[in-house]
């Protein structure tokens, strides 16, 4: 079932009449939202809810298990035979292909020909998300064992949780799981989903739509066809689209979550309104890049072994969060070339301090005291990181890392000939960069709005607002970006 | 202004409720469509239709079998889908001595009536229109795309449209999409792959559901086809209809066998169109569905996307290679300062 579709909405209004109905009956209320949840799922195809299934139970097992577990050996070889099995079937569906094609290749030489592998493996939407939210439980439960969960079924609904449960955001069982028992309705809650879905809607339909129906699409498929100015800005025009389709999927999921009465973190700020590498990561995706820094940068030691190390740690975080999305070489490039300049930022900040604490030093010529001067070079700075940012997303978007060459050669090779763009790929692409600034804004005073509007008017607006979204939208809505991951 | 009553959660669902109603009444043709498809899709489930199957011999077929759908292969473990197991071979493409080029068959159907004037030499294409639904969005569009860029007198607009087709006019009507394409574009040559969506049956507004194959559904079909073809035919164009290759499920091949003969009879009515059958351009050594193949090099390539439907970037190379060598008696693309032919 797609999240933007007719039977989504219809399935949507039973589970909101039985979820504030059955809110607060104990049993009776998880299992409703647990067969919600698994219903959800299973309209990908059926089998598939033995995933979020097992994947539920395992954790549950091993955190229960390390929680009563008094040896620290054995609670360790718990944790590690838990992430394996996470990881293990991960790999298994996110990676097999890749591993097989490695093994081929390696044989070819050797005149040894592999049969081409006897089954194809369906990739269930959402993989990557329910697995991390798992060993993010058993780890939390690894540290503190105070944060075990007793209930069985609150694992499985904290897995398996329909808005979430496809492409995040991430959640951790200590936020989630004592929402469920919270049977308080918070109007101006509800009023905030609402808003929420409706940005999200306008993001996906009309923003991101548009851009990848009408210049991203086409070029990044063929780019030698292209004129070099086009090509330049079908990378800045992706930018924009991945924020608003990913952002707009989290938009619709946390709006959705917040209909039922859920509170989920939020997973963007404004990354394209920030003066560094760094801030971007604090914006972007950050349940992902939270969960990262969390449970992997840490663990590697962060920044409290040492300047090299802490660059090291960066490189290795960002990289393996790059293969995160798949098992490819520009994926991996993506995420290095991210680390890369996260630690020259971290580089440039230590070197900062160190002058700064040396005294014989003056103060940095490069601090600026004008309040204009420092707003423009933060506004150039802005530009730079957004350039950057939108330079790397080559990688993530080509086919492949030829193809994303050959994209960086088509910009350089400053052709003026070829195919152009259309005009309304501006304003579109304007829309996205502003939405950003002004979409918190205008929801706040949609909420407002709302709030002081008779119920008929109320429902008017709501309905008026997405049929304009839905008629400025295209006859057939391609697939949200992150559900391949 | 003062604040209204507070939201209650009877009171939000209310809300909820209304606005969803509002919405759909004023998108009332795409939900009765999709309300439509949705009841016609449980109807079907329940009866699975007869119909008749007249299938060209010289697409490998029994001509004229009549039957039911065979049904689906079954999955035996709902996580895997075993269809490749069932179909696959390794090894190379029908000609052995060359893998990335298969034979390329014949441009005209043998019991053709196209005039004379169709056989006439091969023209210059400078300009190239590619139309079609996802195959030519993913996969068989931009490689072949990206080869007739390499020409550089030789300009291409390429429209790939997801979920379209000949069934669902209420959506996108491609006869006009056409013809608006060939008036802003003014192409020399146009390259059509298109009815992967189509093997279902049409569900008229009013009136009685016409089966996918059977002679009602044929007609109606055959007529869309007629009207697409008639925007090519009014300005004298020269159109290659790329058929549809084989597919992964024996049930779904059947029906796109049904479609591709369909497409070979109303080309062959359209002087300057010419079908051409890609259907065994990307099988086995064994001539049946493959999702991988083996490269020049040995190496191992995915030629099929795991829907078994849509081509990979592997598979689009592959077609393309094989349309250009096929074209290339009927078309040149010519290079500044030379003329060479496509390959």
């Known amino acids: ?485 | 202004m003062s604040t209204h009553k507070e939201l209650t959660p009877l009171r939000a669902i209310l809300l909820y409720t209304v606005a969803m109603a509002l919405v759909m009444v004023c998108e009332f043709q795409r939900v009765s469509s999709w309300a439509r498809d949705a009841w016609s899709n449980i109807t079907a489930m329940e009866s699975p239709p007869v119909f008749a199957l007249h299938i060209s011999a010289t697409e490998g077929a029994q001509p004229g079998v009549t039957g039911k759908i065979p049904p689906p292969p079954s999955v035996s473990w709902p996580l895997l889908d075993p269809v490749a197991l069932v179909t696959n071979g390794y090894g190379f493409g029908p000609a052995k001595n060359d893998p990335w080029f298969p034979a390329a068959p014949s441009l005209l159907s043998l019991k053709t009536n196209k005039p004379a004037s169709s056989n006439a030499g091969p023209i210059v294409a400078h300009k190239v229109l590619i139309v079609g639904d996802s195959e030519i969005a993913e996969g068989f569009g931009p490689a072949l795309q990206r080869e007739l860029d390499k020409y550089p007198s030789v300009k291409v607009l390429r429209k790939g449209i997801y979920s379209t087709g000949f069934i669902h006019q209420e959506n996108l009507n491609w006869a006009r999409t056409l013809r608006a394409l060939i008036n802003q574009f003014h192409p020399d040559l146009i390259i059509v792959h298109l009815g992967a969506n189509d093997p279902i049956d049409i569900v008229p507004k009013t009136g009685r559901r016409m089966y996918f194959g059977n002679d009602q559904w044929k007609e109606v079909y055959g007529s869309r086809l007629a009207d697409f073809l008639k925007a090519v035919s009014e300005k004298k164009i020269m159109t290659f209809w790329v058929g549809l290759p084989i597919m992964g499920s024996p049930a779904y091949c059947e029906k796109i066998k049904v479609l591709n003969s369909m497409f070979r009879q109303e080309c062959d009515k359209v002087p300057g169109c010419f079908y051409m059958d890609t259907w065994s351009a990307l099988t086995n050594s064994k001539g049946k569905y493959a999702s991988y193949l083996r490269g020049p090099g040995g190496e191992l390539v995915r030629i099929r996307a795991k829907d078994h439907v849509h081509l990979t970037g592997g598979g689009g190379k592959i077609l393309t290679t094989f349309f250009l060598k096929t074209a290339s008696r009927h078309v040149i693309f010519q290079t500044v300062g030379k003329v060479s032919s496509s390959n």
């Open chain 1, 1 to 485: 079932m797609f999240l933007i579709s007719f039977e989504f909405s219809l399935f949507l209004l039973v589970v909101l009449w039985l979820n504030w109905t059955l809110r607060g009956k104990g049993v009776y209320y998880r299992f409703f939202l647990l067969a919600a949840n698994f219903f959800f799922y299973a309209t990908q195809k059926t089998g598939l809810i033995l995933l979020p299934l097992g994947v539920g139970i395992s954790n549950y097992v091993f955190a229960l298990l390390i929680s009563r577990s008094t040896r620290q050996g054995t609670r360790k070889a718990l944790l590690w035979i838990d992430m394996v099995l996470n990881l293990g079937l991960l790999a298994f569906y996110k990676y097999f292909d890749f591993l097989y094609h490695c093994l081929d290749s390696v044989l070819v030489p050797l005149h040894i020909q592999l049969p081409p592998p006897f089954f194809d493996i369906f990739f269930p939407i959402g993989i990557s998300f329910f697995t991390f939210q798992g060993i993010s439980y058993c780890i939390d439960v690894y540290r503190d064992r105070d944060q075990v969960i007793k209930n069985p079924v609150d694992i499985l609904l904290f897995v398996s949780f329909f808005p979430t449960i496809l492409a995040g955001p991430i959640m951790r069982a200590r936020t989630f799981i004592p929402q469920i028992d919270h049977p308080e309705f918070d109007s101006r809650s509800f009023q905030e989903g609402f808003a929420l879905i409706l940005s999200g809607l306008f993001k996906k339909l009309v923003i991101s739509s548009y851009l990848s129906e009408h210049i991203v699409r086409d070029v990044f498929q063929a780019p030698a066809g292209y004129s070099s100015p086009t090509v330049l800005l079908a990378v800045f025009a992706y930018s924009i689209q991945i924020y608003c389709d990913f952002s707009g999927y989290s938009d619709i999921a946390i709006g959705i979550a917040q209909l039922m009465g859920y509170r989920l973190p939020p997973n963007f700020g404004m990354p394209y309104a920030v003066s560094n590498v760094q801030e971007f990561w604090r914006h972007w995706h950050i349940s992902l890049s939270t969960w990262l820094r969390d449970y992997l940068y840490i663990p590697l030691g962060g920044s409290k072994k040492g300047k090299v190390r802490k660059y090291l740690n960066l490189l290795i975080t960002m990289g393996l969060g790059g293969l995160w999305h798949g098992p490819d070489s520009r994926f991996l490039l993506w995420g290095l070339l991210h680390g890369a300049f996260l630690a020259l930022k971290h580089m440039w900040r230590d070197l900062r301090q160190s002058l700064s604490a040396d005294k014989t030093v003056k103060k940095a010529p490069w601090r600026l005291s004008t309040p204009g001067l420092a707003r423009f070079c933060n506004f150039g700075q802005c530009l730079l990181v957004f350039t950057l940012v939108s330079f790397l997303w080559v990688f993530f978007r080509a086919e492949n890392s030829a193809r994303a060459f050959e994209i960086f050669r088509a910009i350089f090779a400053c052709k003026f000939g070829g195919a152009g763009f259309e005009f309304p790929v501006l304003p579109a692409m304007a829309a996205g960069l502003a939405i950003q600034f002004a979409g918190p804004k205008l929801s706040q005073f949609y909420t407002r709005l709302q709030e002081r509007l008779p119920l008929h008017l109320q429902a008017a607006a709501a309905a008026l607002i997405c049929t304009v979204i839905i008629r400025l939208g295209p006859s057939g809505i391609p697939p949200f970006i992150y559900f391949q991951f």
